[in-house]
Structures are given as structure tokens and as C-alpha cells.
């Protein structure tokens, strides 16, 4: 009924040449188009004082004759048979990103070339435009995945059409950026991208509803550029189905096609139990298959002495060597106790392991970088005693800070890592648990850690099969 509705109400839009052209599109096109079309007009979008000429826009932008339809790839355009893949989550963290990392690794063993990207992004980077000549903002997952997989056959002016930094939702509101306009710079980027490659995929922002407010979310995103969706939720059966209905009922609101789910962060011992009934929850309810259960890798979380460095926002006063060193959550240590019982605990606690004490206890520091020196002298290396702890140092900022002595001391060890922060030990502590790391380029070990963790546990050709063109 919904696309019976929607093809009376578009066609009445189109003037003679767009309708002929809207004639030469398959079926199943025509319906995403006009199941789109329908939806925008309930959520009152074609009627808003912010619309700005919308139809007129979408019209003129998916169906010029002079170059064919521009959401979508097929054979009769360019030889091409995938539909894109439009990866999304049921929420904030749950392995978007390392999903990502993953499919576009296989994809990658499978076709020549393979496009990407994030539609709608929020945390942005500066990079340098080859096409453009000068220095842009993307997305920072686009830049990721970029370098990370050599994607040097299309440009970053292409690969992050929409940022949404602060601000941004209230200029919406107010009419200073249009509906239109971001539609133009989605279906552009996606028209260099796709054309450049033989299959694209994409990465969402969040759940399938983020982007709402300003009338690019996920799953209209998705629909706009005949993408297939892939589900990403977190490891579980009862509340994960929950969040994946959710975000199902979105994607059916507006006529998105789904590919299949991905589960994430299974615990070990409940792999095949959830592996299984998942499996056929989804096949019974949906019809859609569980293409990837990820067991849990506690790595993938740890944060590195980067991360802190991002929570703080400072740099580690030496041992910058070892930025990258990441560390169980569950090994740190908060220092209260004697320099004696400190110096016991470095020696009998994992190497490993993350110290936060308070800036007024110069003892616990110097004793720290004592440890370091005698551990990491040559007959100690030969014992296979390695240091590999951290300190991190916390005094309120105005009103307690490390004597110049004792910081002259630091500086002067070669590799102790040490870092210095304003804030108490218990602000300090609650920040570093509240945090999750997230994917730097730079981390090359953790990136490099998730592909080959995730990219064996998804099945590559239920995926392919269920995203080939059958027009």
C-alpha cells in the first residue's frame, strides 16, 4: 500500500522526461524510490519551511537523462552486480568500525576495487585533497580506512559528504543548511565513489535513527542509494534481538533491504549457544541470516597510553616511544600505599600494568623511575625482566604540581612512561573506565589485531549472495 501510495504521489512530481526515465528503472528500484519518496513526505520533510525545493532537487538528481540514474550501480550501467553495503549499529559502540575494518578487508580479496563511504559523520580530522589541492575535514573512520587499505582510487573530497560537528543540528533547524543540499552531497559523493569502484561499502553514524533531527539518518541514507544493510549488535540473545528489532522496524519504515546481522563481543563460553539460537531467531522471524558471531577480544578495548593522552588532553612527559602500549583496565592500579609495598606490587604485579598516584607523592614517583632504571639495564634484560608500567600522576590543576626537581628527573630517563594530569586521582580513575578506545590510524596494532580477529568469523559469500543484483 505504502508504494502504491508513494508512486501515485512521485509521478505527479515528474515532468515528461523524468517520468520516461523513471520507467527504464527495474521494479525493485522503483519502489526504493518511491518508498523513500513516501516517507519523506510523512515525516512532513517535502511540506517544511527548511525543504528548499526538495523534490525538485531529488528529482533532478536521480533521474537526469543525460546521465542515467545515480543511486544506484547495475550491469546495464557500468557491468557491475553488488548493490552496496551499508553497515550500521543498535547503538553507540558495539563494533561498527571493527565490522567495517573487516568486511572491507575480505571485500577487498574479492574485487579490484572497493569504494567507501561514511554518508554522515560526526568526529572530523584535517586531511589534504589531492582533487581539490588543499586541506579538508573528514570524518576520522574515513580516514582510517583510507590509508589503512590503500584506497587510492577515489579522493577524501568524495568519501565524507556530510559532517554534523556542534552546531550543526541548530543551523538545520534554523534553515541556514538545507535538506537539499545534503542529499546533493551524499548522491555526488556516492556517484564518484561508485563509479570509481566495483563494489562500495558504507559505515552509518550510531543507530539506524541517528541523524533524524536533520533528515540524513541511517536508514534514509541507506534507502536513497539502494544499499542493503548490515546489523551490528552486541553479543546476547534477548537484548540484542530487542536492540535489532528496533532498529529493524526503522529500516522497514523505509524500505531498506536487510543483508543480514552481525553479532559482536560474544563471550567465549556462550559462542555456540548464541551462535545457534541467534541464528534461528533471525531465520525464523526475519528471514535473514547471521552472517558474523565475534567472539570477545578484550585487547580491542584495552586503551593505549594514546588514549589517555585524548582523555587528558596532554602528552606524556617521556616515553613517548610507547604511545601505543595498551593496558587492561583490570590492571590499574590506584597508589595509596608505602614506597615499600609500591616497590613489592611493580615487582610481583604484571609488567604490564597501569599506576595513577597523586602529585604530591614524590616518593612513589622517584621510586617508579628508580624501578624502571634497575629493570631495564642490561643484566636485568637478560633475566627477561621486562618494565612495561606506566605511571600516570594527578594533582588538581592551580593547586598541586610536580616540583621542577622532580620533573627535571623524569625528563631525563630515556623511556619511563610518565604522564602528568590536572585532575584528582578519583576524576582521573573515572575517566579512564568510562572511556572506549576507538580506531587511530596511527595504532596500527590494534587495527591490524581486529581485522584478523573479526575478518575470519564472517561468511563473505551468504553476504555477496545476498546483496547481488538480481535485475
Not at 21 to 46: C, L, P
Request: overall charge positive.
Amino acid at each position: 500500500e505504502k508504494i502504491q501510495r508513494g508512486n501515485q504521489l512521485f509521478k505527479k512530481s515528474l515532468n515528461h522526461t523524468e517520468m520516461v526515465t523513471f520507467y527504464k528503472i527495474d521494479v525493485a528500484v522503483q519502489n526504493r524510490i518511491t518508498s523513500f519518496f513516501f516517507s519523506s513526505i510523512m515525516n512532513g520533510i517535502r511540506n517544511s519551511k527548511y525543504s528548499n525545493g526538495m523534490n525538485t532537487r531529488i528529482s533532478r538528481k536521480l533521474f537526469s537523462s543525460s546521465s542515467g540514474p545515480r543511486h544506484v550501480k547495475n550491469k546495464e550501467n557500468n557491468g557491475h552486480d553488488q548493490r552496496p553495503i551499508f553497515v550500521a549499529a543498535t547503538k553507540q559502540h558495539v563494533g561498527k568500525t571493527s565490522t567495517s575494518l573487516a568486511l572491507l578487508s575480505g571485500l577487498q580479496k574479492r574485487f579490484d576495487k572497493v569504494g567507501f563511504i561514511k554518508p554522515v559523520g560526526q568526529q572530523h580530522v584535517t586531511v589534504y585533497s589531492k582533487l581539490l589541492g588543499k586541506e579538508i575535514k573528514v570524518d576520522k573512520d574515513v580516514c582510517l580506512m583510507r590509508e589503512r587499505f590503500h584506497l587510492d582510487h577515489i579522493d577524501y573530497e568524495h568519501m565524507s559528504p556530510v559532517i554534523i560537528p556542534q552546531g550543526y543540528t541548530k543551523k538545520y533547524i534554523e534553515g541556514q543548511i538545507t535538506h537539499g543540499d545534503q542529499l546533493d552531497k551524499i548522491l555526488q559523493s556516492y556517484k564518484h565513489v561508485s563509479e570509481a569502484s566495483d563494489v562500495t561499502l558504507m559505515e552509518g553514524t550510531g543507530h539506524c535513527a541517528v541523524g533524524s533531527i536533520v533528515g540524513v539518518n541511517n536508514a534514509q541514507v541507506a534507502a536513497m542509494l539502494g544499499a542493503d544493510v548490515v546489523l551490528v549488535a552486541n553479543g546476547g540473545l534477548g537484548s540484542a534481538f530487542d536492540e535489532l528489532e528496533l532498529n529493524r522496524v526503522i529500516c522497514q519504515h523505509y524500505g531498506v533491504n536487510i543483508a543480514g546481522v552481525v553479532i559482536n563481543k560474544v563471550l567465549p563460553e556462550k559462542y555456540q549457544q548464541t551462535k545457534h539460537y541467534m541464528s534461528k531467531v533471525l531465520q525464523d522471524t526475519w528471514g535473514v541470516p547471521l552472517l558474523g558471531c565475534i567472539p570477545d577480544r578484550p585487547f580491542l578495548g584495552c586503551p593505549a597510553l594514546m588514549d589517555l593522552e585524548t582523555i587528558f588532553g596532554t602528552k606524556l612527559i617521556n616515553g613517548e616511544k610507547h604511545r601505543f602500549r595498551h593496558y587492561n583496565m583490570t590492571d590499574i592500579n590506584l597508589v595509596t600505599t608505602s614506597l615499600t609495598r609500591f616497590l613489592e606490587n611493580l615487582r610481583n604485579k604484571p609488567s604490564r600494568t597501569l599506576y595513577v598516584c597523586h602529585v604530591t607523592r614524590d616518593d612513589l614517583i622517584l621510586g617508579f623511575m628508580a624501578e624502571y632504571q634497575r629493570r631495564t639495564s642490561m643484566k636485568s634484560q637478560q633475566e627477561g625482566s621486562m618494565f612495561e608500567a606506566a605511571l600516570l600522576v594527578c594533582g588538581r590543576g592551580g593547586k598541586y604540581e610536580l616540583s621542577e626537581e622532580v620533573k627535571d628527573m623524569i625528563m631525563g630517563m630515556d623511556g619511563a612512561p610518565v604522564l602528568l594530569v590536572e585532575y584528582s586521582t578519583h576524576q582521573a580513575m573515572q575517566k579512564i573506565h568510562a572511556y572506549t578506545p576507538k580506531f587511530n590510524i596511527d595504532d596500527e596494532h590494534r587495527v591490524n589485531t581486529a581485522v584478523e580477529h573479526y575478518e575470519p568469523f564472517i561468511n563473505f559469500d551468504e553476504l555477496l549472495a545476498r546483496t547481488k543484483r538480481t535485475d
